[in-house]
């Protein structure tokens, strides 16, 4: 049976509690809206089935503040509380020049009807020479003013207000980030939100790259960069009309997805611990780039000190 993969978000389980069982429980936050509690094997199953966004928002009472799902998961690691942002230094204000004096070396002698033959200096001339300094120095210091001014009324910005905590998140769910086709594996960078979207060039479906950080994956380059990846759902396909459409008998019948193809080659998961499953769980993580993870770290600090 299949329905429209619009449906399947309406419809999904986002808002009804899980069991009192669960040791560690998280309120989900998105779109200024908040769902929840629910349990880590919850949400870890909802992130592999791309039902919960990496850069969604979650949070418990033994957390300090708001963290994205990829920041917590896989790790579980609380980020360091963000330092404040410093206020604005205030700008100084320009010292005023200070007048010259009159051109020093200035003859006083009046002149006479006939010049008098002498082997005396000219002092004309050596008052002449000595006022070439204090002229320069005075054109430095009127370029030096009129640059003052022209930043002050021109070029200063004004500082902005500060955004609130749905804009910083909007900004956040845009930020680009990889997506690879199934068949083609075109390289497609688009926002982070939706989850998925059709390539307009080969019709296939974009999903979300992934990144295997576990040391010894037999995929890893020479000089480090993991091996990034796809695990395309497979309950999600594409209608006739090119909508998306979801089959609820595949729906989370998978148990490798969201896992690395290369790391499951040397893998026995029937005999595998639950701390050994946990471990390669999080070793793969939603690949980001590194300009857009600078950002993101940006914003989640601007995010933190709005909430304040």
């Known amino acids: 049976m299949t329905i429209h993969l619009v449906n399947l978000v309406k419809n999904v389980d986002l808002h009804a509690p899980l069991p009192s069982h669960s040791a560690m429980e998280y309120y989900l936050h998105r ?16 992130l592999a089935a791309q039902q919960v966004l990496p850069t969604d928002l979650i949070w418990n009472d033994q957390m300090p503040d708001w963290a994205t799902v990829e920041s917590v998961f896989p790790t579980s690691t609380p980020a360091p509380a963000p330092a404040p942002i410093p206020a604005p230094t205030p700008m100084p204000t320009p010292a005023a020049v200070a007048t010259p004096v009159a051109a020093a070396g200035k003859s006083t002698v009046k002149p006479t009807d006939k010049p008098v033959v002498e082997a005396k200096p000219d002092k004309t001339e050596t008052g002449k020479k000595s006022s070439l300094p204090k002229i320069a120095g005075i054109a430095v210091a009127g370029l030096a003013v009129v640059g003052v001014v022209l930043w002050f009324f021109v070029f200063r910005s004004t500082p902005s207000a500060p955004r609130s905590k749905d804009e910083i998140m909007r900004e956040i769910a845009t930020l680009p980030v ?15 939100d939706p989850i998925n979207f059709v390539d307009k060039e080969t019709g ?28 395309p759902n497979p309950a999600v396909f594409l209608e006739a009309d090119g909508t998306f459409g979801f089959d609820m008998q595949k729906a989370g019948n998978d148990p490798t997805m969201g896992a690395c193809p290369e790391c499951l080659k040397n893998r026995n998961l029937g005999r595998e611990s639950k701390f050994t499953k946990k471990k390669y769980a999080d070793w793969v993580k939603p690949y980001t780039s590194p300009k857009s993870e600078n950002r993101q770290k940006e914003l989640l600090k601007e995010h933190a000190a709005a909430a304040n």
């Open 204 to 231: 296939e479906i974009c999903w979300r790259a992934r990144a295997c950080h576990n040391p010894d994956c037999p995929e890893k380059s020479s000089d480090g960069t993991p091996h990034l990846f796809i695990s």
């Open 31 to 46: 779109d200024g809206q908040q769902w929840g509690p629910y349990d880590e094997a919850t949400l870890r199953s909802m």
């Open 178 to 192: 990889l997506f690879l086709t199934e068949k083609t594996k075109r390289k497609v960078t688009g926002p982070a």
